[in-house]
């Protein structure tokens, strides 16, 4: 299983971005997802989960600016992030917890930078 995420780059604060993460060897539509973010210093943490039937949650950090959706079509999760704050500024991880041999699978990340 392979995840690629894409999409990270400069922005300024209340701008917007669109994080994509590919999937390939895997019968995607059956696997609930996740991203998952990691500042300078600080530990990995949650961001926003969709299950298979694309019920989504939210840390309250995030919650109203970022939307998190799947396109089982193109193998594709998506994360939407608007109004970008400074604290926003980590590489984002999408992460498959749960993939095929009951095993967690995770991307190499894509990097946000967000300036004030």
């Known amino acids: 299983v392979q995840l690629v995420e894409s999409g990270g780059g400069l922005v300024q604060a209340g701008g917007s971005l669109r994080l994509s993460c590919k999937s390939s060897?895997?019968?995607?539509?059956?696997?609930?997802l996740r991203w998952y973010r990691q500042a300078p210093g600080e530990q990995r943490e949650s961001v926003a989960n969709i299950t298979t039937d694309h019920a989504t949650v939210y840390a309250d950090s995030v919650k109203d600016r970022f939307t998190i959706s799947r396109d089982n079509i193109r193998n594709t999760m998506y994360l939407q992030m608007n109004n970008l704050k400074p604290e926003d500024t980590a590489v984002y991880y999408c992460?498959?917890?749960?993939?095929?041999?009951?095993?967690?699978?995770w991307g190499r990340g894509t990097k946000v930078t967000v300036s004030s």
């Open positions: 992460n498959m917890p749960q993939g095929p041999h009951s095993r967690s699978y």
């Open positions: 060897g895997a019968n995607f539509k059956l696997y609930s």
